[in-house]
């Protein structure tokens, strides 16, 4: 009986440690699907997507901590009353209108075959590295910008951090792109960089999309809101509204090494809500223009932060998450 008395503690507490070291941000890959899931505490959060019939890896979806999916379901998905245009616009991407001439942006499997040379593909190459944590989880991968032959023109190196303050979810992603070519251009253009399409509840509203729910409203650091964001410079740019009645709020934060800081937005009021740190003359009106060149090895790099709150954040919450060092 001594024995048993002992044995059981031990027993209790195996199984009890080993619920207590499951860590609470987990990447789970699923490479038969072409995607790696990122859960907290079991639950969906986002997931990093890749392959045919994608032109660039992209984050989807994405759900808040009190269960809103905030990205757009199209194309993966159909929801009643949810727009269907701009097939390229899917969950969190990163890409531009303009490498060398390409246009990366724009590319989708609705573009018609004779107009491929047009247009660019960011191909994943590789997942270098996956690790899980009680605070954060971050995952390591290799892409490259490639024409319709196949040839490359930058290589991209990937790096995600997933992690938490209270109920917030943030995304860092920093991307680090390497020149292949003797000259790599990015022109100045309207189509870029760091991107997120949102559902439906979460443009502004006009006579057409109210009756659909559609009650988002932008807030820029600089103090501005709703269309009038559209083409300006902000350090942060904050969109809120509510799904289904759960109240939500994303913030894209610059980082003060990016070039072009502080971005300008190109935050449409049908839910696209972009970062362009590089097309500039559209929108100062012609008075600015960045050319962006990369000699060969030359690099570059872009890193944003993306937060998703489960309520609408003021705007010392919103500070409290900026960049404040370089990080």
Do not use: C
Not at 21 to 35: F, G, N, R, T, V
Not at 62 to 70: C, D, F, L, Y
Not at 171 to 179: P, Q
Not at 311 to 325: C, K, R, S
């Amino acid at each position: 009986m001594k024995l048993l008395l002992l044995l059981v503690p031990v027993l209790i507490g195996g199984i009890y440690g080993l619920a207590e070291s499951q860590p609470k941000i987990q990447l789970l890959p699923k490479e038969d699907e072409s995607l790696v899931e990122v859960r907290i505490d079991g639950e969906l959060f986002t997931s990093f997507r890749y392959g045919e019939p994608l032109k660039k890896p992209v984050l989807w979806p994405v759900i808040s901590a009190n269960g809103a999916e905030i990205t757009r379901h199209f194309p993966f998905k159909v929801k009643v009353g949810e727009r269907q245009d701009h097939q390229h616009h899917v969950g969190i991407w990163f890409n531009y209108g303009d490498v060398n001439g390409l246009d990366f942006w724009n590319n989708s499997t609705a573009r018609k075959d004779e107009k491929a040379p047009k247009y660019g593909t960011i191909v994943h190459e590789s997942i270098e590295r996956s690790q899980n944590g009680e605070e954060s989880a971050t995952l390591d991968t290799h892409s490259a910008w490639q024409d319709y032959q196949g040839n490359t023109l930058l290589r991209e190196k990937t790096h995600y951090k997933f992690w938490l303050q209270g109920d917030t979810r943030i995304i860092d992603r920093r991307a680090e792109l390497s020149a292949l070519l003797d000259s790599v251009k990015l022109t100045d253009n309207k189509e870029g960089m760091f991107a997120i399409r949102l559902t439906t509840e979460l443009e502004l509203p006009n006579e057409k999309n109210e009756e659909k729910g559609a009650n988002g409203d932008y807030l820029s650091s600089e103090g501005l809101s709703g269309g009038k964001v559209w083409g300006t410079r902000a350090s942060w740019m904050k969109l809120e509204g509510e799904i289904e009645g759960k109240a939500v709020a994303i913030v894209i934060y610059d980082h003060p090494d990016n070039p072009g800081y502080p971005t300008h937005w190109h935050a449409r009021g049908y839910g696209l809500f972009a970062a362009n740190p590089l097309g500039q003359k559209v929108f100062s009106k012609g008075a600015l223009a960045l050319n962006y060149y990369l000699l060969k090895g030359e690099k570059a790099s872009f890193q944003y932060r993306l937060a998703v709150f489960s309520h609408d954040p003021t705007v010392e919450e919103i500070e409290n998450l900026a960049y404040q060092t370089k990080d």
